[in-house]
């Protein structure tokens, strides 16, 4: 009995001292939260709100540093640089995988990084300037159909998936608007509300005050299905059958992250997403909640790239 007793001992502190370096206090000091656009778009938002929460419940401080450039490509090429011991994290958008699709980064999108969880998604919704007069998707597309090259689209930069989403909508309906990009969703908005663009697919949390003061017309959402807080407002698929788009939100380290820290994290966020008033909060955000495994947010990743890497090929998309 002392032997067997003995051998269990031994073997709990040889799995002890396998444990990688820093992953039994995990975390120890304070954490880069890594956000690949500017500050008040929906990533942003997203980032302060679960730092925030991460913060109180790890104990460390977890802050956020934007670094917005090439459509999220910048703000992953940081992460990836960065060194593997869990104190680099970026909250990840569907838009990293539609910039390296059209970008061809130095990276790969899908191997290079160690998805964590993904937190969650909403629609993007497509919005005109009053001026525009189209009621519902298919009114739009005859409207472009009419006047080919005329209709102008604002984006956050070419590659987001704000843009890839549109192009999407373009490829699919075969018609002809013109891209304008811009370095932020900020500006975006400023132009498009003063008429110098025509219209914008953009993430509903940013949207939502202009189109509920009548200063935008949200005409359809890109989910399957409409929206619960958006009811009135038809998907795009309701005019192209098949289209959908999820705008998603997640946690993601560089690659070679020790498992035991990918696993309290993946943990720490789980717990935060039950939690009652961060659901309110989230939801009350539009957003609809995810979490789960780190696999199942890594299946998410793999097949998002994948699409957008046939539409780019099937369009003829080229990047800047």
């Not at 909508?169 to 013109?178: E, H, S, T």
């Not at 820290?261 to 993946?266: D, G, P, Q």
Request: charged letters at 20%; glycine letters at 10%.
């Amino acid at each position: 009995m002392q032997t067997n007793i003995g051998r269990v001992l031994l073997a709990g502190t040889i799995a002890l001292n396998c444990v990688p370096a820093g992953a039994q206090d995990y975390p120890s000091k304070a954490v880069r939260v890594i956000v690949p656009f500017a500050t008040g778009g929906g990533s942003d938002i997203t980032a302060r709100n679960m730092s925030q929460r991460l913060t109180a419940e790890l104990n460390q401080q977890f802050i956020v540093d934007n670094r917005p450039g090439a459509g999220g490509v910048v703000g992953l090429e940081t992460l990836i640089k960065s060194p593997p011991d869990g104190y680099t994290i970026m909250i990840s958008t569907s838009s990293w995988s539609t910039a390296a699709a059209l970008s061809k980064p130095s990276f790969d999108p899908v191997s290079d990084i160690a998805p964590v969880i993904e937190i969650g998604y909403n629609p993007l919704v497509l919005s005109l300037h009053p001026s525009v007069p189209a009621k519902n998707p298919r009114e739009l597309i005859a409207l472009a159909r009419a006047r080919p090259g005329q209709l102008a689209f604002a984006t956050p930069g070419i590659g987001s998936v704000t843009h890839l989403a549109m192009e999407l909508m373009v490829y699919m309906a075969k018609i002809d608007l013109l891209s304008v990009p811009y370095k932020s969703t900020g500006a975006t908005t400023t132009d498009l509300l003063a008429g110098r663009t025509q219209l914008i697919l953009g993430g509903l949390v940013p949207l939502q005050p202009f189109i509920q003061s009548g200063r935008l017309r949200a005409i359809a959402v890109t989910t399957a299905k409409r929206w619960p807080s958006l009811p009135d407002v038809a998907a795009m698929a309701e005019a192209l059958p098949g289209y959908e788009v999820e705008s998603w939100f997640g946690i993601v380290m560089p690659k070679g992250v020790p498992p035991a820290v990918l696993e309290r994290l993946n943990a720490a966020a789980n717990k935060i997403l039950r939690d009652a008033e961060v659901k309110k909060n989230l939801e009350g955000e539009g957003m609809s909640i995810v979490g789960g495994s780190a696999e199942q947010f890594s299946r998410r990743i793999r097949n998002d790239h994948s699409r957008w890497v046939k539409l780019v090929k099937d369009a003829g998309l080229k990047g800047e």
